[in-house]
């Protein structure tokens, strides 16, 4: 007689910790895809969006490093970059996203026209 095939409990089967760099890796291009509409057009551009990450007890926490076109409406840019990370990391890995912090480095201002 075939015994019945009973799951493992969820405790048991194991776990999976995502490094913090792929949090990061994430971030950063989630980020650079919320700025590119941003910085189309523009022949000078700021360096790409850095990312660090802290994870405590399955909450992450994300502080971006952004370049910024100016002139620009700066708080619409980093409020939706901000978002956009938010929502795209919970999705992607499952984990609650507790802050993202934005961080402008440097504004880049467009280059005259001449």
Known sequence: MAQAAYPVPAAR??????????????????????????WR??????????????VARGAVRITLHLDLPFPADVRALARTTRDAVAQRVAELTGSAVREVSVVVDHLLAREPAG
Do not use: M
């Open 13 to 38: 089967r194991g776990r999976l910790r995502i490094a913090d760099r792929v949090y990061a890796g994430i971030a950063a291009r989630v980020a650079a895809q919320a700025l590119a509409e941003a």
């Open 41 to 54: 057009g523009r022949t000078e551009r700021g360096r790409p969006p850095r990312a660090s990450v802290l």
